[in-house]
């Protein structure tokens, strides 16, 4: 297979290769005591998942020229024994694992590393019934919002991040993706200098105890020249400046960060909760925020990366601040106008939507008054079964469409179509 070049200069340019993981075993595994600090509101009915994972996959694979399965990935970067060993060496260090459950995966074929990484491994199914972690009956414990591939890296430019999630519950799945950036044969001709953030290596070698959280939902790459990354719950001001100045010594295309100011609420965890890019004119918002005469309005620091010290200014309001940036957008309000359906449907992820071209939007069924929206801008709505079903229907015909996926199952564990993808490339 023919090595994979990241380009990310956009939210909306056609898609070409995107990262996604199938809810898994590990949704299937979770107990209702670990529910709440595994970040899911419910514990899933995993078969639906996965059927509604499916639907999804194809209908990214209509535009898409690749939609690669992050575990795939994962069991291909350690096809040499020597980066196994190095990988389980690293998690062991991460996770303070115990020797006999270190043994255990040492001795497993990269498939079932992978499996036993991200399924988890309830301790009754070892040989020794070694229980380390005896609240929760794992020897190794899932990861379930692996699922949400968009948060524990992102490519941006040429580059990527890895990132340094801001929850114990994720705290394993940057390491994935650093092996994979390393080490599949497909990406590793990628440079160290095309770490654009990495926490992650630092901690590992001792060289820094207190790493800064940045997360792949706050991070939205607007354009060749603009970023918005959201300081959240999940992503520290401290971790942007350290993008944005490792962003500004590179030199890259970029001159623009904008960091946008978020509430700590689980509601609103990411900036892409709240806010997603749709097509060239357009972008779909949580009004509340984004509205110059709200009570709750999001403040924005922007950064100049093109100044020879790292320089910032505040601007009110992210839509104006954009404006100034050359891009004006649109706003298409998720829920409509009606302030309980606003917080209803932003809580669904209605705010939330991926797209596939400009103008072409992946989201979710339930989120009717969004839908209602889009449909006065000009989209049209199309269930995404009705898609899968017609291989004549053209996304690329031009015109604007939003493609409606049933969700019942993936909404619940609190991350909409954005979440659920990792693009490597857009044209
Ligand atoms: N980019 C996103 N908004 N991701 C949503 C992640 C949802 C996941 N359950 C979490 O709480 O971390």
Redesign the pocket.
Known sequence: MPAIELSIFSEIGRLRQVVVHKPGPEVDMMVPDMMEQL??DDILYGDLARAEHEVFRKVLARVADEVLDIQDLFVESMESEGVKLAFIEDFRRLVDMPDESANLLRDMAPADVARAVITGIPWDDTLDHTHWQKRFDYTVRPIP?LL?M??PAAVVGRGYNINFMA?W??EREPLILSYVFRHHPRLRHLQESDRLFDQLTPLLKGQIRMPQSL???DTLVLSDKVLAVGCSERTSADAIHMLAENLRRQDLSFDTLLMVLMPKVRSA??L??IFTRVSESECLIYPPFFTDQSRELLNVVKFDLRHPTLHTSVEANLLRALRGAGIDLEPIRCGGDNYIMQQREQWTDGA?AFCLAPGVIVMYSRNHATADELAKAGYRILMARDLIADPSIDLLDGGKWAVMLESAELSR????P??MTMPLARS
């Open positions: 970040l899911f919002n949400f968009r948060d929850t519950a994720r997360e792949g939902g965890m990411h892409d909760t939330n564990a609190r991350g909409g954005r979440c």
